[in-house]
T-cell receptor
């Protein structure tokens, strides 16, 4: 089975722009979740989707949004980028109640 | 929210040494996983271990759910074991809460 695939791997954006990150889960996995990793805050939960429904959302401003498609692929969007949004964004997929598998991440730099 | 504390924050080992990493959590959990973050940032699964003991090669883990802690053992450490080890727990809320990690450096 192919692993979790995140695209793009690296991204440089300017303050005020918006960005869309993509995550393709392991085949058969219906749960997809997103995490932000920064040196100061560590790994923080953004949101989780299951069968196109958001079941939980972390404590992030409304500029952070996501969605899941019928094929379980997920996207997250960050609008009006700020310097503090520079981070490694990680996506994970899992079957219900099972091990979460992570992708390689998207490293976003906001300048 | 649930608190996850990992200790020690940093660990320096000589190749061949054994070590124990600890993860304490503040509430009953449905899920506990150990990860190793590689130099490129990917989180690699080590164990899914909400309770009991598991072994995989030189690594083993034990979770005592009633006492709210988990231990990760590294035996005969190798330089490739270097990196950051994370413990993550899940309540019944579809999200993993991570500890701050233990940075392991294995010297040849």
């Amino acid at each position: 089975k192919a692993g979790v695939t995140q695209t793009p791997r690296y991204l440089i954006k300017t303050r005020g722009q918006q960005v869309t990150l993509s995550c393709s889960p392991i085949s058969g996995h219906r749960s997809v979740s997103w995490y932000q990793q920064t040196p100061g805050q560590g790994l923080q939960f953004l949101f989780e989707y299951f069968s196109e429904t958001q079941r939980n959302k972390g404590n992030f401003p409304g500029r952070f949004s996501g969605r899941q498609f019928s094929n379980s692929r997920s996207e997250m969007n960050v609008s009006t980028l700020e310097l503090g949004d520079s981070a490694l964004y990680l996506c994970a997929s899992s079957e219900v109640g099972q091990t979460a598998f992570f992708g390689q991440g998207t490293r976003l730099t906001v300048v | 929210g649930i608190q996850v504390e990992q200790s020690p924050p940093d660990l320096i080992l000589q190749e061949g040494a054994n070590s124990t990493l600890r993860c304490n959590f503040s509430d009953s959990v449905n899920n506990l996983q150990w990860f190793h973050q590689n130099p490129w940032g990917q989180l690699i699964n080590l164990f899914y271990i909400p309770s009991g003991t598991k072994q995989n090669g030189r690594l083993s883990a034990t979770t005592v759910a009633t006492e709210r802690y988990s231990l990760l053992y590294i035996s005969s450490s190798q330089t490739t074991d270097s990196g950051v080890y994370f413990c993550a727990v899940e309540l019944n809320d579809y999200k993993l809460s991570f500890g701050a990690g233990t940075t392991v450096t294995v010297r040849a």
